[in-house]
């Protein structure tokens, strides 16, 4: 013989309670993290992002501040971008279709010239010129100056061409959202003024190195798109 629930039975039988906000906040919290492109992806382009504006910012005030900061931080910013540079050209390579990886991978060569190049430079110029330039010691390290037509100058400035073509090569990963769009013009139009970047040097004409400033909104768009690539992975 079936068994039937009665209407009144039907009516006292208590509803299927919702989760509290604390189980709501527990599920959150057990969501799976970021994959490591995106987290090492994230945080290299936000230091980019500040290294470069801090380099740009102290280059600006440089001749009002006292000496030995109008140069540990224009200098020691550009050396604090260069791996932050390499480590975000390495995350978009994780992050990109197999079908892209060959551009990325390129990126990622130039980027590692780049970064040893630049790295030698200011280590040179931090740790070795300066301290003899602040003793009143410049002859000592005549060949180690950064100065126009320089040694030092010219390695600077094939590293910053090395970095204009890595971004050149890693704009092909960026297709299909109105972000990635934005990131290959960026990407391209850097890449594109690397040319510029090296006359400027050759010529001692830093106008033609305006293109630096698209660095930065760059770095600040990859912080962006590695955030939703993390968020989309979950």
């Not at 604390?22 to 995106?38: H, L, Q, T, Y």
């Not at 060949?143 to 890595?166: E, K, N, R």
């Not at 090296?198 to 830093?206: D, E, G, K, Q």
Request: hydrophobic content about 55%; overall charge neutral.
């Amino acid at each position: 013989m079936s068994m039937q629930t009665s209407p009144s039975a039907q009516m006292h039988t208590p509803p299927q309670e919702r989760p509290s906000a604390a189980e709501r906040s527990e599920d959150r919290m057990e969501a799976k993290p970021w994959p490591p492109f995106a987290q090492l992806g994230f945080w290299s382009a936000v230091l980019a992002a500040v290294f470069s504006m801090l380099f740009t910012v102290g280059v600006l005030v440089g001749g009002i501040l006292p000496r030995p900061w109008d140069v540990v931080i224009p200098i020691g910013a550009s050396l604090l971008l260069a791996p932050s540079f390499v480590v975000m050209m390495v995350s978009v390579h994780y992050g990109a279709a197999d079908e892209k990886k060959i551009w990325s991978h390129i990126g990622i060569a130039f980027a590692v010239l780049y970064a040893a190049l630049v790295s030698i430079v200011y280590v040179t110029w931090l740790f070795v010129a300066e301290p003899h330039v602040l003793r009143g010691e410049a002859n000592q390290v005549a060949l180690l100056i950064f100065a126009p037509g320089s040694f030092l100058q010219m390695v600077d400035g094939l590293g910053y061409t090395f970095m204009g073509v890595a971004t050149f090569f890693a704009a092909q990963v960026f297709v299909g959202t109105r972000l990635d769009t934005w990131i290959r013009l960026l990407c391209l139009l850097y890449g594109l003024g690397a040319v510029m970047v090296f006359l400027s040097y050759v010529f001692y004409i830093i106008p033609l190195g305006a293109g630096w400033l698209i660095f930065p909104p760059l770095a600040i768009l990859l912080a962006v798109y590695f955030r939703r690539a993390g968020d989309t992975a979950r």
